[in-house]
């Protein structure tokens, strides 16, 4: 069954490579013979080149995805060097599962809402300005670029953080920062010049991630980038859906230059990696041993910023009439919430069903995986889990498209499903990788010399004990299945919908109200599952029960021996 499960792994992550890079290439050479094109050339190149703006789009997109994946590395770092080992520290733990939920467009929604020309913190500015008119600048869609960079960085610093944990306890920091400090070095100077050699090499998978959704990210570039021009990866997605299909080789085109764009990015990141750490590596022992970093409260800027989101997202949700410079909406109304009723059921079932699927056949893959390694000791490739995290989804997502569209029948159900399970198992890998890891094998040894099967000794020992990593991987993969914009449009050929690519689209240009409907849904079904599993998580904890019971009997033994002639 193990050996099962790990072909039928490898098979889900590792074949639509083929029709994927396969079709994404032949359609670049104009060869479509569905559409005539049988003669292959490179016209779809010219196309693409000639188009006005697509230089100055991928010098955007090169300057948005880059900054925003520095500025998340640096706050990161900057949190975890004064927090870390803190009494705070634990309040961040708790905090990042929550803030994962909150999926990107919802969020940016929220921060278009609140950062917009005549979002409620200008209305804020002006209450003290004495301004009646709206703004004429702002955060959202400026040429820049800026509010796309702020709220990627915002977004991926939870991410970072949490993939800081099991590097970090593997480093034992403890005792590096101990003998840092019995050298003369200060806090801030030993994480800078004794921890970050290490960590940021060991950050390197997660780093790349950030960086290939920074310059990859559509969905949220959308909401929040520029438009005229708008990044490369808009760009390209807009020749997708050019009504002209004679169009579809400029489109392909765009797609593997966005997938050179990445590698290219990719690679001169490593190198830029190896000459800071091993090739210039002064820095690390000379200069001063005492200085001081700042960043004590800047998680509390990334926590409350998404979560701020909400009740914004609520507020104008049923906001009927709201004139400028208003801090509060002059009248209310469920008129939006009411009129979209019905399509909202519709959409959340979608999600739900999507969701669920998915989540479920990559977390059971993911067991199976971890299980196989620990009996057989082979890992799973790492290109199982970089592929789908590090290719630009454009990139592949329109070669499998296209391969379907030559298939008889309707597959666009099944292939819908096939791309969230993709997209979906590498995070809920991830989640599952550090707990599989740090479990005790010799517990489940002991069990066997006892007389209990593998079996028996599976589900009755190491599953309690793994089982709230389990349920929170599990929403893990809930909350990237929801969060899928460009699988369900592409591969879903406009018959699947759902609530993302409905906020998306209605963020775009429609009424606030309604985008604010569907980004508070689109926020508050992950929160929901996030909520259950912890509370699961709680609830079916070993260790938690056994010290509940431990608690009782001591309480009942103080009992009794503070009152002896007690008779019950």
């Known amino acids: 069954m193990l050996r099962l499960l790990y072909l039928m792994t490898l098979t889900v992550c590792c074949l639509p490579l083929i029709p994927g890079l396969g079709g994404v290439l032949l359609s670049a050479t104009s060869y479509l013979p569905v559409l005539g094109l049988t003669e292959p050339n490179l016209d779809g190149w010219h196309a693409m080149m000639a188009w006005p703006g697509s230089g100055k789009a991928l010098q955007l997109t090169l300057f948005t995805g880059v900054t925003a994946t520095l500025l998340a590395i640096l706050i990161t770092f900057l949190i975890l060097q004064r927090c870390w080992g ?40 002006a209450l003290f300005t004495q301004e009646t008119t709206p703004y004429t600048w702002s955060l959202v869609q400026d040429s820049n670029g800026i509010g796309l960079i702020i709220a990627l960085a915002i977004k991926e610093v939870p991410f970072l953080l949490l993939m800081s944990l099991s590097v970090l306890r593997q480093m034992q920091v ?11 070095y200060n806090r801030s100077a ?31 570039a959308m909401i929040l980038g520029p438009s005229s021009p708008s990044t490369f990866a808009v ?6 859906n050019d009504p002209d299909l004679l169009e579809l080789p400029r489109a392909a085109a765009g797609a593997i230059t966005l997938f ?3 590698f290219g990015t990719l690679s001169i990141y490593r190198l830029l990696e190896f000459i800071l750490i091993f090739g210039w590596q002064n820095w690390q022992f000379s200069g001063s041993k005492t200085f001081h970093l700042p960043g004590k409260h800047f998680f509390k800027l990334v926590a409350v910023l ?3 989101m909400i009740p914004i997202l609520l507020v104008w949700s049923f906001a009927l009439r709201w004139r400028f410079p208003e801090i509060w909406p002059t009248r209310l109304s469920t008129r939006f919430w009411e009129q979209e009723a019905s399509n909202l059921f519709a959409l959340a079932a979608n999600s739900l069903i999507l969701g669920l699927i998915s989540a479920t056949v990559a977390l059971i893959f993911t067991v199976g995986c971890l299980e196989y390694r620990d009996k057989y000791h082979k890992s799973l490739p790492q290109l199982v889990i970089a592929i789908p995290m590090l290719i630009p989804q454009l990139s592949i997502l329109f070669g499998i498209q296209i ?48 007389g209990h099967s593998p079996t028996r000794a599976w589900w009755s020992v190491k599953l309690p004990i793994v089982l709230p990593a389990i349920l929170l991987a599990w929403a893990v993969g809930l909350s990237v ?32 109200r309604i985008s604010a409907v569907y980004g508070l849904i689109q926020a508050f079904l992950p929160l929901v599952f996030f909520g259950l599993a912890l509370a699961a998580s709680r609830f079916a904890d070993p260790r938690r029960r056994l010290a509940k019971q431990e608690q009782t009997r001591d309480t009942i033994n103080e009992f009794v021996r503070t009152k002896p002639d007690y008779k019950i």
């Open 86 to 125: 803190t009494s705070g520290w634990g309040r961040i733990e708790k905090w990042l599962s929550p803030l994962l939920a909150m999926p990107h467009v919802a969020f940016a929604i929220g921060f278009a809402l609140t950062f917009a020309p005549s979002g409620w913190l200008f209305r804020f500015f």
């Open 174 to 184: 403890d005792r590096l920062l101990a003998a840092s400090q019995s050298l003369g």
């Open 190 to 220: 030993a994480w800078l010049k004794v921890v970050l050699p290490q960590w940021l090499p060991k950050m390197r998978f997660p780093i790349y991630a950030v960086l290939a959704y920074g310059l990859s990210v559509v969905d949220v």
């Open 235 to 240: 760009l390209v997605w807009q020749w997708f």
């Open 260 to 262: 050179i764009l990445c």
């Open 306 to 308: 998404p979560f701020l």
């Open 403 to 450: 391969a379907i569209y030559m298939l008889p029948g309707q597959w666009h159900v099944p292939a819908t499903i096939w791309a969230h399970i993709l997209f979906a198992f590498p995070y809920v890998y991830l989640a599952l990788d550090g707990p599989w890891r740090s479990f005790d094998q010799r517990l489940t040894q002991t069990a066997r010399s006892l």
């Open 481 to 512: 299945s929801f969060a899928q914009y460009l699988p369900t449009q592409l591969l879903g050929a406009g018959r699947i919908t759902t609530l993302t690519t409905e906020a998306v689209s209605l963020a775009s240009g429609q009424d606030r």
